[in-house]
């Protein structure tokens, strides 16, 4: 077996939806919703961590939820602040290092601050790298990997014809990991909203109807299940990937 076509996804990103209608289902407040998907984070991080996956991508706030009541928001805000202060020991403690993805700019002096201490505290960690998404865009992250190359051809540094696929994935914020092997999505729609753009192209895509609150070891074992029944093909065909070539 190619390590392309390996059993284990190296790097799952998930889309935790559903939080609000698992909420809803309760009759409670949409914050609760949001709450139960903390619990839910921390256990799919362990059980990814039994897994031996290498990155675990978490799409927590994208850009366009700033556009959701400014009440839920501000919700948001405070709970990734709380859930932070609540878990990095434990990341920590579990050779787990925490990387933060998009555009933190737009938070809080404080949150800011608390983002960078947190990532600090575990830059040398060498198990799972857990990399938490907010205030991301999949267009925001190709369009300042783009920017940056554009300052450089101003600058005299680049010619326009050496913009190439490698140096701009080199300026996405996951450039220090491997593409994603598996995509899930909760919550049952069956879209990207904005997430990783670029480095899904060849990446296998899992939906369910289970609302992230909801998504346990259970759930994430049929994904990588049905991820390691897939035959991965990079545009070859199916002889090509097994080695009996017949043209
Ligand atoms: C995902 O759950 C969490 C965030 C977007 C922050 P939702 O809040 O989107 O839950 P639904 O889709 O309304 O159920
Ligand atoms: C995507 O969920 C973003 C996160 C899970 C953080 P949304 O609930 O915001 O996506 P749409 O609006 O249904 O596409
Ligand atoms: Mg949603």
Known sequence: MTEENSPVPQHI?????????????????RFMGHRAGVKAV??????????????????????????????????????????????????H??????????????????????????????????????????NYGGRWDITQSVQALAEKVKNGKLNPEDITEENISEG??????????????????????????????????FFTDTLWPDFDSKGLDTAISSFSDRERRYGKTSEQVQGVEDA
Not at 14 to 21: H, P, S
Not at 108 to 131: A, D, H
Request: aromatic residues 8%.
């Open 13 to 29: 990103a998930i889309i935790m939806d559903g939080n609000g209608r698992w909420a809803k289902q309760r009759h409670q407040p």
């Open 42 to 91: 921390e256990n799919i991080i362990k059980h990814c961590v039994e897994r031996e996956v290498s990155v675990l991508s978490l799409f927590a706030f994208s850009s366009e939820n700033w556009k959701r009541p400014t009440k839920e928001v501000s919700l948001l805000m405070e709970l990734f602040s709380v859930a932070l202060k609540q878990q990095v020991k434990r990341l």
């Open 93 to 134: 403690k579990n050779n787990i290092r925490l990387n933060v993805i998009g555009d933190i700019g737009k938070f809080s002096n404080s949150l800011q601050k608390q983002i960078r201490q947190s990532e600090q505290i575990t830059e040398n960690n060498t198990g799972l790298q857990v990399n938490i998404a907010a």
């Open 172 to 205: 996405l914020s996951t450039s220090d990991v491997p593409e994603p092997d598996l995509f899930i999505r909760t919550g049952g729609e069956q879209r990207v909203s904005n997430f990783l753009l670029w480095q899904l192209a060849y990446t296998e895509f």
